[in-house]
């Protein structure tokens, strides 16, 4: 993805966090809470000083002990305060970080279910994960890490100056002339430490590709004579990297210290000069111990608001990629005026759905996956309501193109595709899914029971039915023989089911909601005899009046259909029954007498 790789850009992009905040959309109830709770203990915290200045001034300095016990109390009372304060803006940052992620992969999830096939050739299914996954988690926590450290870092400094410009204006200045050369110092190191950190990364992701591609390609490396070459590149990163993250930690050595020493001076200062005040009785003792503690905390809570916003800036990348998943238009939809009349669903609309008969036909279809490389042009084919057509030819030639365009899982750049005479396009998309059986050449079955993989094709379908719907497709009797029948996970988790058995399960599902139209994608290779058998007479039950459109790789499917198209590039070379081209001759002849072995692709 070498288009969408992490371009940065050092500037703070406050309308990419506010959009970003606005998909994710944490509860503001939440989030006024963690603000409210966050300033009482940034205040609380910033107490503890002036009641030790009240105690010396008090106390210690008179010599008395009269109503320590009331004070105590107080101090205990807000240490108190501060824990439960604590524990709350805890548990409401984890409440706002798991909504926020929650809600975005919702709407991910959403969105990419809704998106179209073009998309996923596009984006590698990796890149999107580690999009909704790892992007997600990290900006989650960043946002909700952000707001504890920016409102009680920023309340932590206002309150402190304050308090100090209260206490003793002069000495006050002092510290806080500081401030602003201590937040300067801070971005600078936090800048350069940013961008070795991410010359760091873009490192290691080298070093981990180059380390896989030494590993994979050992083969071929070692027959090549490759290996110093490979050995110096890879040593030659490394060495980079290595370079990179000394300096990292030298950065970072420097900084610490650089921010303490002006601490250490400003507190030298308040020091000597409020000493100096206190022997002409111009300040108390206690007041110079308060201004000297607030001196020594004021400098974290620069660094943790400084961080908030680095934190941002690494962070800020990753938040664009998630924004633009998320926007990304879905190509094929429903356009405004199908909607108005036929609705998302039957009688939503202002028209009644139409009952389908089941004739397909493409008219002039001209279509490629890529600008200027046409898969199809002006492809022209009917299928009567109720034929069977079987598509052959060798692989590339189009016969999944032909599919993917029937099914609208993409559309043609010209020409139309029918149904029973309406332009699919002019119908919504779940009418066709409807009245649209489709059963893939490597059928996927979900991590779930074998009934439940069934049911995925009619969400309303009763035990018998998913039961009669395997019957039917001669599925249930090996069904039965499992383990847990039906109940028998499938998919990833489960399964020791053959590609075979995962087909008819698959038949099953797209028959159970008794589709007009059935399409299939024979599968090619490693079927068992027996399964064999049962996936012939399930097609042969399965294409009883309906039309279909069945790419073969079986002679006897092919034999048995209506009509024989024989694809190549793209274009349809010869037509007709079995009988018809076989006696032909031509290319139908050779791929038969070939043993057809027609497409070995998966
Ligand atoms: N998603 C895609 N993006 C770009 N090109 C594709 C895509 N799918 C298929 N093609 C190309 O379209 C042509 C026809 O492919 P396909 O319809 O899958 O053939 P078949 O199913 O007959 O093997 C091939 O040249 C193939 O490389
Ligand atoms: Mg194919």
Same mark, same amino acid.
């Given at each position: 993805?070498?288009?969408?790789?992490?371009?940065?850009?050092?500037?703070?992009? *406050?309308?990419?966090?506010?959009?970003?905040?606005?998909?994710?959309?944490?509860?503001?109830?939440? #989030?006024?809470?963690?603000?409210?709770?966050?300033?009482?203990?940034?205040?609380?915290?910033?107490?503890?000083?002036?009641?030790?200045?009240?105690?010396?001034?008090? @106390?210690?300095?008179?010599?008395?002990?009269?109503?320590?016990?009331?004070?105590?109390?107080?101090?205990?009372?807000?240490?108190?305060?501060?824990?439960?304060?604590?524990?709350?803006?805890?548990?409401?940052?984890?409440?706002?970080?798991?909504?926020?992620?929650?809600?975005?992969?919702?709407?991910?999830?959403?969105?990419?279910?809704?998106?179209?096939?073009?998309?996923?050739?596009?984006?590698?299914?990796?890149?999107?994960?580690?999009?909704?996954?790892?992007?997600?988690?990290?900006?989650?926590?960043?946002?909700?890490?952000?707001?504890?450290?920016?409102?009680?870092?920023?309340?932590?400094?206002?309150?402190? !100056?304050?308090?100090?410009?209260?206490?003793?204006?002069?000495?006050?200045?002092?510290?806080?002339?500081?401030?602003? #050369? #201590?937040?300067?110092?801070?971005?600078?190191?936090?800048?350069?430490?940013?961008?070795?950190?991410? /010359?760091?990364?873009?490192?290691?992701? %080298?070093? *981990?590709?180059?380390?896989?591609?030494?590993?994979?390609?050992?083969?071929?490396?070692?027959?090549?004579?490759?290996?110093?070459?490979?050995?110096?590149? @890879?040593?030659?990163?490394? %060495?980079?990297?290595?370079?990179?993250?000394?300096?990292?930690?030298?950065?970072?050595?420097?900084?610490?210290?650089? &921010?303490?020493?002006?601490?250490?001076?400003?507190?030298?200062?308040?020091?000597?000069?409020?000493?100096?005040?206190?022997?002409?009785? !111009?300040? /108390?003792?206690?007041?110079?111990?308060?201004?000297?503690?607030?001196?020594?905390?004021?400098?974290?809570?620069?660094?943790?608001?400084?961080? &908030?916003?680095? /934190?941002?800036?690494?962070?800020?990348?990753?938040?664009?990629?998630?924004?633009?998943?998320?926007?990304?238009?879905?190509?094929?939809?429903?356009?405004?005026?199908?909607?108005? +009349?036929?609705?998302?669903?039957?009688?939503?609309?202002?028209?009644?759905?139409?009952?389908?008969?089941?004739?397909?036909?493409?008219?002039?279809?001209?279509?490629?996956?890529?600008?200027?490389?046409?898969?199809? %042009?002006?492809?022209?084919?009917?299928?009567?309501?109720?034929?069977?057509?079987?598509?052959?030819?060798?692989?590339?030639?189009?016969?999944?193109?032909?599919?993917?365009?029937?099914?609208? @899982?993409?559309?043609?750049?010209?020409? $139309?595709?029918?149904?029973?005479?309406?332009?699919? $396009?002019?119908?919504?998309?779940?009418?066709?899914?409807?009245?649209?059986?489709?059963?893939? $050449?490597?059928?996927h079955l979900f991590n779930a029971t074998i009934a439940d993989n069934i049911r995925?094709?009619?969400?309303?379908?009763?035990?018998? %039915?998913?039961?009669?719907?395997?019957?039917?497709?001669?599925?249930?009797?090996? #069904?039965?023989?499992?383990?847990?029948?039906?109940?028998? !996970?499938?998919?990833?988790?489960?399964? +020791?089911?053959?590609?075979?058995?995962?087909?008819?399960?698959?038949?099953?599902?797209?028959?159970?909601?008794?589709?007009?139209?059935?399409?299939?994608?024979?599968?090619?290779?490693?079927?068992?005899?027996?399964?064999?058998?049962?996936?012939?007479?399930?097609?042969?039950?399965?294409?009883?009046?309906?039309?279909?459109?069945?790419?073969?790789?079986?002679?006897?499917? &092919?034999?048995?259909?209506?009509?024989?198209?024989?694809?190549?590039?793209?274009?349809?070379?010869?037509?007709?029954?079995?009988?018809?081209?076989?006696?032909?001759?031509?290319?139908?002849?050779?791929?038969?007498?070939?043993?057809?072995?027609?497409?070995?692709?998966?």
């Amino acid at each position: 993805m070498s288009k969408k790789t992490d371009q940065h850009k050092d500037k703070i992009n *406050t309308e990419t966090w506010l959009k970003f905040i606005k998909l994710a959309a944490p509860r503001k109830r939440l #989030i006024i809470s963690l603000i409210v709770v966050l300033i009482i203990v940034a205040i609380l915290e910033s107490i503890s000083p002036i009641m030790v200045r009240y105690a010396i001034n008090h @106390f210690i300095k008179y010599n008395i002990t009269d109503g320590l016990i009331v004070y105590s109390i107080i101090y205990l009372a807000i240490v108190v305060a501060i824990s439960f304060g604590t524990k709350s803006w805890l548990k409401l940052s984890g409440r706002i970080e798991t909504e926020m992620s929650y809600n975005i992969r919702k709407k991910g999830f959403e969105h990419l279910q809704n998106l179209s096939f073009s998309f996923y050739d596009r984006m590698p299914v990796g890149w999107i994960l580690s999009r909704m996954i790892n992007d997600v988690t990290r900006l989650c926590e960043t946002i909700s890490f952000g707001i504890i450290d920016f409102v009680w870092g920023g309340f932590t400094i206002i309150v402190i !100056l304050a308090a100090m410009l209260i206490m003793d204006f002069k000495l006050a200045l002092i510290a806080a002339a500081a401030v602003p #050369i #201590i937040i300067a110092i801070t971005i600078y190191f936090q800048k350069r430490m940013l961008r070795t950190q991410r /010359e760091i990364r873009r490192l290691n992701s %080298e070093i *981990t590709g180059e380390f896989n591609e030494g590993i994979m390609g050992a083969r071929t490396t070692k027959t090549l004579l490759r290996e110093k070459e490979n050995e110096l590149e @890879f040593f030659a990163t490394a %060495e980079k990297m290595n370079c990179r993250s000394i300096e990292a930690s030298r950065m970072a050595a420097y900084f610490l210290p650089a &921010v303490s020493i002006i601490g250490m001076i400003v507190a030298a200062l308040i020091l000597v000069l409020g000493g100096e005040a206190y022997t002409q009785n !111009l300040i /108390e003792i206690g007041t110079i111990y308060a201004l000297f503690t607030y001196t020594l905390h004021l400098w974290d809570p620069i660094r943790q608001v400084a961080g &908030v916003f680095r /934190e941002l800036q690494a962070a800020q990348a990753a938040a664009e990629r998630v924004i633009t998943l998320l926007n990304e238009p879905v190509e094929i939809t429903d356009s405004a005026e199908v909607l108005k +009349k036929y609705g998302a669903q039957d009688g939503a609309g202002e028209q009644p759905w139409p009952k389908i008969k089941g004739t397909i036909e493409f008219r002039n279809v001209t279509f490629s996956y890529v600008d200027g490389e046409p898969i199809l %042009e002006n492809f022209n084919l009917t299928i009567e309501a109720g034929q069977t057509v079987a598509i052959v030819g060798e692989t590339g030639a189009g016969k999944t193109t032909l599919v993917n365009l029937a099914c609208r @899982f993409y559309e043609p750049q010209q020409g $139309q595709i029918l149904i029973d005479g309406y332009d699919i $396009q002019d119908l919504p998309q779940v009418w066709l899914y409807h009245n649209l059986g489709y059963v893939l $050449q490597t059928p996927h079955l979900f991590n779930a029971t074998i009934a439940d993989n069934i049911r995925y094709g009619r969400l309303d379908a009763s035990e018998s %039915e998913i039961k009669n719907a395997a019957k039917f497709v001669c599925a249930d009797d090996f #069904i039965e023989k499992l383990e847990n029948g039906y109940a028998t !996970l499938a998919g990833e988790g489960g399964s +020791k089911l053959s590609t075979g058995e995962k087909q008819l399960i698959s038949f099953a599902r797209a028959i159970i909601a008794d589709p007009a139209i059935f399409i299939f994608d024979e599968a090619t290779s490693s079927i068992d005899t027996e399964t064999e058998k049962q996936i012939q007479d399930a097609i042969e039950n399965i294409l009883l009046n309906r039309t279909a459109l069945i790419i073969a790789h079986r002679l006897s499917t &092919v034999k048995n259909a209506d009509l024989i198209i024989v694809l190549k590039n793209g274009k349809i070379i010869e037509q007709g029954s079995h009988i018809e081209l076989i006696k032909a001759k031509g290319e139908y002849f050779n791929l038969y007498t070939g043993q057809f072995t027609i497409d070995t692709n998966i």
